[in-house]
Nanobody
């Protein structure tokens, strides 16, 4: 089984920055480096939506709403994926979940494992 644990959320003013981390642990036939990783976010009253993804080879993908402000990266030696969030806006307020899957995708059902999430609140 795989466990994903997010951290780094908090309260920040508009224009500020946060860095989220997601640590992978567990035993499957795949190692962390073989998984595509992604960040999704879920705002109150809204469906969970794609934010960013990174392939096992390091290719990155972003939702239009975060492109140019968010950066996804991974450290395979630490089994960790990061989401650097800059120029935050109130509309970025959400619970941010990391996910692991076989290949990068904007679709939730393509990911097999999910973390519990970390709250990000951006005040105006």
């Amino acid at each position: 089984q795989v466990q994903l644990v997010e951290s780094g959320g908090g309260l920040v003013q508009a224009g500020g920055s946060l860095r989220l981390s997601c640590v992978y642990s567990g035993r499957t036939f795949r190692t962390f480096s073989m998984y595509a990783m992604a960040w999704f976010r879920e705002a109150p009253g809204k469906e969970r939506e794609f934010a960013a993804a990174i392939s096992s080879g390091g290719d990155t993908y972003y939702a239009n709403s975060v492109k140019g402000r968010f950066t996804i990266s991974r450290d395979n030696a630490k089994n960790t994926v990061y989401l650097q969030m800059n120029s935050l806006k109130p509309e970025d307020t959400a619970v941010y979940h990391c996910a692991a899957g076989e290949s990068p995708s904007r679709l939730r059902y393509m990911y097999q494992y999910w973390g519990q999430g970390t709250q990000v609140t951006v005040s105006s």
